[in-house]
């Protein structure tokens, strides 16, 4: 059982919008910063947004995220068949002293 | 570019060591904070053990914790983490990742900017 609870998995049409949440505690989102990570078939993880709601050089603004309370929300708008993926929310656990994931999500675009 | 290599991965039976190296290169290595991920085959991320720059502080996953043993070589660049054993429920691939700062966390702050290709622990007899 994962730290973060998500849903395991969304699906919506190219062109359309998404939303993926992540639901934690008052010791992980409630305290920290929340990050969302990318991991496209057969490669590794990549970091989509940090700070809850800041994108690295080279991720572009149709991912954003935000967090409110003990949970967080990545949303992608304009989809592609590129976008297909897992999704995980991450973020550190104040009380147990660890990094926490969440279970993942997979994205499918219909 | 900063870019993280893993090796030491391989076949091990169960109740069997294995020591996994990462070599940093592009970035100042003592200054950030360092970390071990893996996947189990089909499976989500599971954050295994972490440590900041300079080694002063130390975490791990419950699920390691007292087997696996992380370190790191300042002036090599380099992040160890010595896994004592080992069971079939280790069976992964596990990933080094770079930290955002030299801390864990860093006044809240905490996220995974670096992460390597991984390499492929397999515990089978």
């Known amino acids: 059982q994962s730290v973060l609870t998500q849903p395991p998995s969304v699906s919506a049409a190219p062109g359309q919008k998404v939303t993926i949440s992540c639901s934690g505690s008052?010791?992980?989102?409630?305290?920290?910063?929340v990050s969302w990570y990318q991991q496209l078939p057969g490669k590794a993880p990549k970091l989509l947004i940090f700070?809850?709601?800041k994108r690295p050089s080279g991720i572009p603004d149709r991912f954003s995220g935000s967090k409110s309370d003990t949970s967080a929300t990545l949303g992608i708008t304009g989809l592609q068949t590129g976008d297909e993926a897992d999704y995980y929310c991450?973020?550190?656990?104040?009380?147990?002293?660890?990094?926490?994931f969440g279970g993942g999500t997979t994205l499918t675009v219909l | 570019e900063v870019q993280l290599l893993e090796s030491g991965g391989g076949l091990v039976q169960p109740g069997g060591s294995l020591r996994l190296s990462c070599t940093a290169s592009?970035?100042?290595?003592?200054?950030?904070?360092m970390t071990w991920v893996r996947q189990a085959p089909g499976k989500g991320l599971e954050w295994v053990s972490g440590?900041?720059?300079?080694?002063?502080?130390?975490y791990y996953a419950e699920s390691v914790r007292g087997r696996f043993t992380v370190s790191r070589d300042n002036s090599k660049n380099t992040l160890y983490l010595q896994m004592n054993n080992l069971r079939a429920e280790d069976m992964a691939v596990y990933y080094c990742?770079?930290?955002?700062?030299?801390?864990?966390?860093?006044?809240?702050?905490?996220?995974?900017?670096?992460w390597g290709k991984g390499t492929t622990v397999t515990v089978s007899s």
């Open positions: 990742v770079k930290i955002n700062s030299k801390n864990l966390p860093d006044d809240n702050h905490y996220y995974m900017d670096v």
């Open positions: 592009g970035v100042t290595f003592l200054s950030f904070a």
């Open positions: 440590i900041s720059g300079r080694g002063g502080a130390i």
């Open positions: 008052s010791s992980n989102i409630g305290d920290n910063y």
């Open positions: 700070d809850n709601n």
């Open positions: 991450g973020t550190w656990d104040s009380s147990l002293s660890v990094g926490v």
